[in-house]
């Protein structure tokens, strides 16, 4: 039974630059949440997707967005970035709107 | 790997100590609990988690209490093992909202 996996594990990108992050539900999901989790915090509420469509966002800017697919699967798209937007991107599956459970993360670095 | 807990607070435990971790949580509305390890490199595993009308749950190695008239979360470890070094963080969630909101987290270091 497959977990939360996500892709890349690992990124460097420059400012101003977008990247996309993908994400794949453990089995039997149908939610997605993302966070940012910076160097030495907690992780940080993106959004969540349910149906396809964003039900709750957390304060961040709308250059940061997101889909979700019918498999479940989602991704995270950040345009114009900023050196600030460096962290650990997290992906967590749930079924209806119970317990979150993490994927590994994508690191982000921007230079 | 890259560490998320630089410069996080620090509890250090003799192997085969139980360990007590705690949380301040923020909104007196939350109703919903969960303690995450995370080890260096990975992201947050489920530990156990908890609701607001229990104030005590068990694991396997593992109890949390929730006294809500402070709020106030404890993640207590039984005969701490060198795999349990890791951070922790305490999450909350409110009923009718879909996002959790995590605590600073603390590093436990097991010491041999």
């Known amino acids: 039974d497959a977990g939360v996996t996500q892709s890349p594990t690992h990124l460097i990108k420059t400012r101003g630059q977008q990247v996309t992050l993908r994400c794949s539900p453990k089995s039997g999901h149908d939610t997605v949440s993302w966070y940012q989790q910076a160097l030495g915090q907690g992780p940080q509420f993106i959004f969540q997707y349910y149906e396809e469509e964003e039900r709750q966002r957390g304060n961040f800017p709308d250059r940061f967005s997101g889909h979700q697919f019918p498999n479940y699967s989602s991704e995270l798209n950040v345009n114009a970035l900023l050196l600030g937007d460096s962290a650990l991107f997290l992906c967590?599956?749930?079924?209806?709107?119970?317990?979150?459970?993490f994927g590994e993360g994508s690191w982000l670095t921007v230079v | 790997g890259e560490s998320v807990g630089l410069h996080l607070p620090t509890l250090s435990v003799q192997e085969g100590d139980n360990s007590i971790i705690n949380c301040a949580y923020s909104?007196?509305?939350?109703?919903?609990f969960i303690w995450y390890k995370q080890e260096s490199g990975k992201g947050p595993q489920f530990i156990i988690d908890?609701?607001?009308?229990?104030d005590k749950r068990q694991g396997q190695r593992v109890t949390v209490l929730l006294n809500k008239t402070v709020k106030h979360l404890s993640l207590q470890i039984a005969a701490t093992q060198p795999g349990d070094s890791a951070v922790y963080f305490c999450a909350e969630n409110m009923a009718g909202t879909y996002k959790y909101i995590f605590g600073t987290g603390t590093r436990l270091k097991v010491l041999a």
């Open positions: 967590a599956s749930s079924f209806g709107g119970n317990t979150i459970y």
């Open positions: 908890i609701r607001s009308n229990m």
């Open positions: 909104n007196s509305a939350s109703d919903y």
